[in-house]
């Protein structure tokens, strides 16, 4: 991955015993990617302080290196922003003085621009604030870090990180990774073994299509599979079509720290390109991912983990980023056969002892 960067006059942000602020206020599965960075800067510095938004708050609290979190919804980042308003401005201004940070790094992807909260951040008095951007900061940053749009977004953010002099310490490889002990969700799921199905997503042209979640189901516990059923408890009735007569449905039941211990008991994910493919790949579970080319899988493919990949990438839908699919019969995921999908556990669930 080619990287530049500009270094205004501040130089090397301060580290050692220091208080560090790391940006990333958009979904859960953005936060987990952010976590090799966050734990970079948590070697150098004294103290790790998380800006969150609302939607990625629960993940925040999963990440080692975090010491504290703020939660504030970003109105350039949320897909249904608020109004900004002196008073929000306000509310972030002091809450980011109060944990008086020498400096800044405000993770993004390459689509946003980081530029309205260094904005925010100068008002509150961040001295030193890095970023990756290709427009011109002036001097909203002291570190412009410049990379190509290719490339993991876990990558990507550690880069920065390591730009500004921060790395992560001896024997961590980078991969993703969450806070243990986790929950004991024995009494949810049984023994360890099961495969874990996932079938919404916050944005629903991701999800995995409900006819092929129902018949791939059906098909694991033919050959032999226990299958447990994730999902929010507005999913509820739909995974419990998925789960059937003989698998089990958490839909609702399980926080996010409860979901990272549900996947660290499955040999095997099968899910869309959605949070919690990144929280099973923070807690080394292999990830069969039906995966649509809305956005490119070499950016927001499960990271680190054995994955399978399933979908057309060459989908017309493919990089328009689309909320609702936007071509009709979604060619990119109802092409995939639910023994596709077995075939491709099969495969994994050989991987994880």
Not at 16 to 40: C, F, K, M, S, Y
Not at 168 to 180: E, H, M, Q, Y
Not at 229 to 235: L, P
Not at 252 to 280: C, F, M, Q
Request: charged content about 15%; glycine content about 10%; hydrophobic content about 45%.
């Amino acid at each position: 991955m080619t990287a530049g960067h500009d270094h205004a006059a501040a130089g090397i942000p301060p580290a050692r015993g220091e208080t560090v602020l790391v940006a990333r206020q958009d979904n859960v599965g953005d936060v987990l990617l952010a976590g090799p960075a966050i734990r970079a800067v948590a070697e150098e510095a004294g103290r790790v302080v998380l800006l969150a938004g609302p939607r990625g708050r629960a993940a925040a609290e999963l990440l080692p290196g975090v010491d504290r979190v703020i939660e504030w919804c970003a109105p350039w980042i949320d897909p249904q922003p608020p109004p900004l308003t002196s008073s929000a401005v306000e509310e972030l201004c002091a809450a980011v003085q109060a944990e008086a940070p020498r400096a800044a790094l405000i993770l993004t992807s390459f689509h946003q621009s980081p530029l309205p909260l260094a904005l925010l951040l100068r008002l509150a008095g961040v001295p030193w604030i890095g970023a990756i951007g290709v427009d011109y900061p002036g001097s909203l940053l002291d570190l412009r870090h410049r990379l190509p749009e290719e490339g993991p977004e876990a990558e990507r953010m550690l880069s920065l990180a390591e730009a500004a002099g921060y790395r992560l310490p001896p024997g961590d490889s980078g991969g993703l990774a969450v806070r243990r002990p986790l929950p004991d969700v024995s009494a949810l799921t049984g023994p360890p073994g099961y495969v874990v199905i996932h079938g919404g997503a916050s944005v629903p042209a991701r999800a995995v299509p409900h006819a092929l979640a129902v018949e791939t189901a059906g098909k694991l516990a033919a050959e032999g599979y226990r299958v447990v059923v994730t999902g929010s408890s507005a999913e509820h009735d739909d995974c419990a079509a998925i789960a059937g007569a003989t698998g089990v449905n958490l839909a609702g039941r399980t926080d996010l720290a409860e979901l990272a211990a549900v996947l660290d008991g499955a040999a095997v994910l099968v899910s869309g390109n959605t949070g919690p493919a990144h929280l099973a790949a923070a807690v080394a579970t292999p990830v069969v991912s039906l995966f649509a080319p809305v956005v490119p899988a070499r950016n927001w493919a499960p990271y680190g983990v054995p994955v399978v990949l399933l979908g057309d990438p060459h989908a017309p839908c493919r990089g328009t980023r689309a909320r609702e699919c936007p071509v009709p019969g979604h060619p990119c995921l109802s092409s995939v056969t639910a023994a596709d999908v077995v075939a491709a556990v099969r495969e994994l669930s050989k991987e994880k002892a």
